[in-house]
């Protein structure tokens, strides 16, 4: 499958610089692909070379860790171990969510200022859950620029296709935090759709129902996919694919974590009915729930699995045996919940499973044998098709995704049609009443505008709001106060305007964000026609507060959009200035969010600094080891060889002293004085090796300059012998002083080498060597430049003969068609081209 879709990525065009991370933000698991010219397309490895990630950051002591490490110490600090943060992103800190959260994470939260979550660590520090998430974006992005060797900044995140607004806002102020520019955000049965229509055609149309079983949720996204071939001149034969979301449907309990909550809650009883006691406190707990993970895992290959738990509880071991059985039995009541989401995509599609080609299962929840047994119950089992990877297909159509919105990159014409998970109107007094006008249907398409108008003559305020509020978010999403319409309103009525209406564009995107695009008030009625004088006099009605049109459905399944009616001729508009505030979990403010990044950019420096540290002391370390080996030698090496015994004195006084060192400040000494330390030892070691690398270099630098004197020699004994200065045809080709001075650097050079080998010749090894490798190299150099610029010199041309002959024969005839005019017997070589005749 990752060859393929290798193979699916067309080619990569205009500069080399372009990058793209994918992020696939589970609430256990996190995969990530990076997208750039040079590199592979596949799956982003961790530092330990795993193909995804644990979506956890923790602390150890002041050591932060990701990932499996991070995991690995959550036994020993369960209260600095932060995982299961997806759920909480955007979510109001209410009673039950808080609940939910202290079942599955043992770390202590309160409610911030604006009512979301805050973890708190045992030194005290607190970190929102944007702050907490950012960090482990921060992580992947690393990772990805350690990979591209250059720094990334675009990105595309999925996100489950129930978040609510303020969820979404969340996922992307988190991404600002880790210092990422958001592309997108794409719904993560949406990205399986596109990674499943990446290497196929549709030529008939199919409709298959992504069935996505993760750790905080079960998803099910009804799509339609179908395929159509461009007939222009221009695009021929260019096949585009369209991918339809028709439906969805999810669960928000029967998840995975739920499933390992049920795990931990079986054996937890089971230990204290074998041994009488009740588990208590955060590190046995933390124990059960780490084992009910692993127990899980085998529990869906194998009808049973042993349970092992060195000290457990108060110094008692835990051993036992669960059986899939008894797992089975205490998940019994949340089978319903399996399918249900299955039911609820259908129904939202208005189709029935004969209409489905086949239900793809994604998630790594997916491989439990008692959610394939109730799908398959459900759907039929010849419908259960496993052909995308659980656990990788969202991440990779994720970046395939974000490609086909960058300029940067050509893949195939894939377009893609969202819905909204959710309704959403409009909400505004009227008198003594407030109306509230749909704008976006539960299950119409995203990424559309819709335009309303409302008759107003003074500031006002509207409340856009969901129909249905999704779980843990209030109804209420954003009041938009508006100013300065009384002066808008007067200055357009006294240039001329009868009336006045504001029309307001709102807009749901393809990223499920709701956003006030663009307000204005238009006047109308500038220059009223008769006909319609006659209209307003015998037949027009008073205009509502909203187009009432705008009510009547357009496509099936879409809300026709909002427009003011077309009345009067020649308006003009004036644009109207608007706040918004969120009215259920606000998102961070740009000083918020800035402050944030400053904060996680303060503590990556502050751990970068911490990392070279020990990178210099851990050198520094094995440079002392090495150098006390070498200085305690009882044999005869080329460090003993090469030195005297007043150089190795000094550098063992050296070494003594740093190494005491070491032993006392070593720990917490800073940077800059770990390496004053190791530059002293380079200092009195030096010489020695400066000396042990002249001998190795010495030979071949002696060897190159004295071939490079022979060449020079031999130049100049046949420079001197090729001269003919007596014949004017042919000039020599160097002048006296050229050669002069190529035979004056040869000689100064043969004098200085005879006398420094004659000075070298009986020299003690540990003395330095009057002749230096680099004297040597410089004055080849020298002589070989000197030598080159005169064997390259070409010889001039000779001056060609004209002939006489040729000027004779013109004046005697015309030449004959095709032959050019000359002397006889050269009519053959006079039709020889040009550059031939040259050469």
């Not at 002591?61 to 991070?70: C, I, K």
């Not at 943060?85 to 009673?95: F, I």
């Not at 008894?326 to 609820?344: G, W």
């Not at 050509?410 to 409009?426: A, E, G, N, S």
Request: proline fraction near 4%; charged fraction near 25%.
């Amino acid at each position: 499958m990752r060859t393929t879709l290798l193979l699916s990525l067309l080619a990569l065009v205009f500069h080399s610089s372009a990058s793209l991370l994918a992020i696939d933000y589970g609430a256990e698991w996190t995969k990530a692909a990076l997208m750039k010219p040079g590199v592979p397309f596949d799956v982003l490895l961790t530092r330990d070379s795993k193909r995804k990630l644990q979506s956890v950051v923790g602390w150890k002591g002041d050591e932060r860790l990701f990932g499996s490490e991070a995991a690995a110490v959550q036994t020993r600090f369960p209260t600095d171990s932060f995982q299961f943060l997806k759920p909480l992103l955007g979510t109001e800190y209410s009673q039950a969510a808080a609940a939910n959260q202290s079942a599955v994470s043992l770390a202590r939260t309160s409610e911030s200022e604006r009512g979301t979550f805050v973890f708190h660590r045992s030194d005290g520090t607190a970190w929102n859950v944007e702050e907490l998430v950012g960090m482990q974006f921060g992580y992947v992005k690393e990772l990805a620029e350690a990979l591209g060797g250059e720094p990334v900044r675009d990105s595309v995140v999925t996100v489950p296709a129930y978040f609510s607004h303020f969820q979404r806002q969340a996922v992307l102020d988190s991404l600002e935090i880790a210092g990422l520019r958001p592309l997108a955000l794409i719904n993560d049965g949406t990205s399986v759709a596109v990674n499943f229509a990446m290497t196929r055609s549709f030529p008939i149309p199919e409709t298959h129902i992504i069935y996505d079983a993760g750790a905080g949720s079960i998803r099910a996204t009804l799509v339609t996919f179908s395929s159509s071939v461009s007939k222009s001149k221009k695009d021929k034969d260019k096949e585009t694919t369209l991918i339809e979301v028709k439906g969805m449907g999810y669960d928000l309990v029967a998840g995975g974590m739920e499933l390992d909550f049920r795990l931990r809650e079986l054996l937890e009883e089971d230990f204290a009915h074998k041994t009488g006691v009740r588990i208590q406190g955060p590190r046995p707990v933390a124990k059960l729930a780490k084992e009910a993970a692993r127990v899980k895992a085998i529990l869906s290959a194998n009808i049973d699995s042993s349970v092992h738990i060195e000290s457990l509880y108060e110094d008692i071991d835990y051993r036992s045996k669960v059986t899939r059985e008894q797992f089975e039995a205490a998940c019994a009541d949340l089978k319903p919940r399996f399918t249900q989401p299955v039911l609820d995509a259908l129904a939202m599609a208005r189709l029935t499973m004969d209409n489905v080609t086949s239900v793809i299962l994604t998630g790594g929840a997916s491989r439990t044998p008692m959610i394939q047994s109730v799908v398959n119950a459900v759907v039929g089992k010849g419908k259960i098709a496993q052909n995308v990877n659980a656990d990788e297909s969202s991440v990779l159509g994720a970046a395939l995704y974000g490609a086909s919105l960058s300029p940067l990159f050509r893949t195939k014409d894939i377009k893609v049609q969202d819905l909204v998970p959710y309704p959403i109107q409009m909400s505004y007094p009227a008198g003594q009443r407030t109306i509230h006008t749909p704008l976006f249907p539960r299950g119409s398409r995203a990424g559309l505008k819709k335009t309303v108008s409302l008759k107003r003559a003074e500031d006002f305020s509207v409340l856009f709001e969901y129909k249905d509020a999704p779980l843990h978010t209030r109804e209420e999403i954003l009041e938009v106060s508006f100013s300065g319409v009384e002066e808008a309103v007067r200055n357009l009525t006294d240039g001329g305007a009868k009336e006045t209406v504001a029309k307001l564009t709102v807009q749901y995107s393809d990223s499920g964000l709701l956003s006030l695009r663009e307000a204005a008030l238009i006047g109308e009625g500038y220059e009223q026609s008769f006909a319609g004088a006659l209209k307003g006099l015998f037949g027009a009605g008073k205009q509502e507060d909203v187009d009432q049109e705008a009510d009547r459905p357009g496509a099936e399944g879409e809300q026709a959009p909002l427009e003011a009616p077309e009345m009067k001729q020649d308006p003009k508009e004036l644009p109207l200035a608007f706040s918004e505030v969120a009215r259920s979990v606000p998102g961070l403010t740009k000083e918020r969010k800035r402050k944030s990044r400053q904060r996680l950019m303060a503590l990556d420096a502050a751990e970068q600094t911490k990392r070279r540290r020990e990178e210099e002391r851990n050198q520094l370390e094995s440079y002392i080891y090495k150098l006390r080996d070498v200085l305690l030698s009882d044999a005869e090496t080329v460090f003993i060889v090469y030195s005297s015994e007043a150089e190795r004195a000094a550098l063992r006084s050296v070494l003594e002293e740093v190494t005491g060192w070491m032993h006392e400040a070593a720990e917490t000494a800073e940077l800059v004085l770990l390496r004053e330390k190791r530059a002293a030892l380079e200092a009195a070691e030096q010489p020695i090796q400066s000396r042990v690398k002249e001998a190795q270099e010495w030979p071949q630098h002696l060897s190159d300059l004295q071939r490079a004197l022979t060449a020079g020699r031999i130049f100049l004994t046949g420079a001197f012998e090729s001269r003919t200065s007596d014949d004017p045809e042919n000039p020599p080709l160097h002048s006296d002083e050229e050669l002069e001075n190529v035979k004056t650097i040869l000689e100064d050079t043969e004098h200085w080498l005879q006398e420094a080998l004659v000075a070298n010749k009986n020299r003690a090894k540990h003395i330095d060597a009057t002749i230096k490798t680099w004297e040597m190299r410089s004055r080849g150099i020298l002589l070989q430049d000197a030598v080159t610029k005169l064997t390259r010199r070409k010889a001039p041309k000779k001056p060609k003969k004209m002939s006489t002959t040729s000027e004779s024969s013109s004046t005697t005839g015309a030449a004959e068609p095709g032959k050019t005019a000359g002397v006889e017997g050269q009519n053959d070589e006079s039709q020889i081209p040009l550059h031939r005749q040259e050469l």
